[in-house]
């Protein structure tokens, strides 16, 4: 098990997405999984063995970390990927039923996997919670780690630490500037999402409303 | 999830890429992606602990170590690599639109689709030209920004391309000049040197490329106003098809030595 699994999920999903979807797929895949398995989880690797306190007191630096690094970024990110990436899997069960209710009566459907009527409900649903999650896990990073700031020192006073230690970080230029990156593509994925959010609902309402203008013709 | 996947992304654009560009890949992919996996990767594995510091202060080391290294060369590689091969991915995107139009030129039985059925559609090499070839060619030119942005920015960030043995550092809370050695500078310094290079290279091969597009481009449009004035099409025709076949035939040939199969 492993990221791979991810990245087939994001495959199948890929089938059923409008344009816009797509792309978030290849941003999601290039700039976020690629850049997290090939780059950012070597920095986090050994960030606990590297974090040094100006003291000798067995326990201090152990208390310390722990207390200003309660989640590690790096598996905050990780979550993150997993979660944005989970409510494609409702699109994927959608178009499965359609196809096995299809297979036990007679063609209902012009064709399963075109997103319209319940799928289309399902596909907007899925949108929201992505943004949704996205929102969520960019403002846990802002209230966890004090707006996406990373010290290279930080001062811990909690016992056994016998007084105000200091304790280093490592390498916190590195670490910040992947995590403005995570940011970024967090808000690029955001108004992709929006984007495509609109784009449908437009889309559908004219639609609906030109079916109907037809109607009142008729 | 690792550089196979790219390779997986990046092999199916390959068939529709000019001969430079099947060499361009295959440059990117034996000697960057693999030698920064298989070689650069263990050298600077202990980049950190291996960074030594003249001093028992506590939080010298480290402070130093970030001071001279706020992003690791290892790390700006695997950035350049991915930020270089996603223009591809605009050809990739492209050509599936190109494709999915054709699939639904055939479902509904259009008769100006000259496909017998779905797997020929799901086969088809595409021509660089229309659309297309606007698409190529801006992918071949964020390419080139791409490699020359980063080129510059390892070179302004490590202040040319050479890895020293020692570095004085007095950042605070070292008590005085301290001095700091870093691991395996020579070897660095050779895998520094040797990635340059081979960027320069792939460099060159995409201004090659986009040259031959522009030339490509110049001599179809002069050929086409000197043939409207001219006779029309049905000698035309039977030369792009020879032409296709020609070219074809020679891609075949080289996805045969590049062993680019997608």
């Known amino acids: ?218 | 999830m690792d550089w196979g996947a790219l390779h997986t992304i990046l092999g199916g654009v390959n068939k529709h890429s000019t001969s430079i560009g099947k060499i361009w890949l295959t440059v990117l992919f034996i000697f960057r992606i693999m030698i920064l996996v298989v070689a650069a990767e263990k050298v600077w594995g202990d980049e950190q602990d291996d960074f030594v510091c003249n001093t028992l202060q506590p939080g010298c080391r480290n402070v130093c170590y970030d001071h001279f290294f706020p992003i690791s060369h290892i790390r700006l590689w695997a950035l350049q690599l991915i930020f270089v091969s996603t223009p591809a991915l605009l050809v990739a995107m492209h050509v599936a639109y190109r494709r999915h139009e054709k699939k639904r030129q055939f479902r509904k039985g259009d008769q100006k689709c000259e496909f017998k059925d779905m797997e020929e559609i799901r086969k088809q090499r595409f021509r660089i030209e229309g659309s297309l070839w606007w698409t190529y060619t801006s992918s071949i030119f964020f390419r080139l920004i791409f490699e020359a942005v980063f080129m510059y920015a390892f070179y302004f960030m490590y202040d040319g391309f050479r890895m020293p043995r020692l570095m004085k550092c007095n950042a605070w809370p070292c008590p005085n000049t301290v001095d700091c050695f870093v691991s395996r500078p020579t070897e660095k310094t050779v895998f520094t040197i040797f990635m340059i290079a081979v960027s320069s290279i792939c460099i060159l091969l995409n201004v090659a490329e986009l040259c031959y597009l522009l030339t490509k481009f110049f001599l179809r449009r002069s050929k086409r106003a000197g043939n409207s004035k001219q006779q029309p099409n049905h000698e035309n025709k039977e030369e792009t098809k020879q032409n296709e076949m020609n070219e074809l035939i020679s891609d075949s040939c080289q996805n045969t030595v590049i062993g680019f199969s997608s």
């Open chain 1, 1 to 218: 098990m492993s990221w791979a699994f991810l990245r087939d999920l994001l495959s199948g999903v890929n089938k059923y997405s409008t344009g816009i979807g797509r792309i978030w797929v290849a941003v999601v895949f290039m700039f976020r999984l690629l850049v997290y398995v090939a780059a950012a989880e070597n920095i986090w690797k050994h960030e606990h063995d590297e974090f040094e306190c100006n003291i000798k007191q067995p326990g201090c630096e152990n208390v310390c970390f722990d207390h200003f690094f309660p989640v590690s970024h790096i598996r905050l990110w990780a979550l993150q990927l997993i979660m944005v990436s989970t409510p494609s899997l409702l699109v994927v069960f959608h178009v499965a039923y359609r196809e096995t209710r299809e297979k036990h009566n007679q063609k209902l459907y012009k064709n399963p996997g075109k997103i319209d009527g319940g799928l289309l409900c399902t596909y907007l649903i899925s949108l929201i919670l992505k943004t949704g999650l996205e929102i969520v896990f960019l403002v846990l990073f802002y209230k966890l780690y004090d707006g996406f700031k990373i010290p290279h020192l930080v001062k811990c006073d909690i016992k056994p630490c016998p007084s105000t230690v200091d304790c280093y970080i490592s390498k916190p230029t590195e670490k910040r500037i992947f995590l403005y990156f995570l940011v970024a593509t967090s808000c690029l994925c955001i108004v992709l999402n929006l984007g495509e959010l609109s784009y449908l609902i437009f889309k559908y309402s004219i639609k609906c409303h030109l079916k109907r203008h037809v109607k009142k013709q008729q």
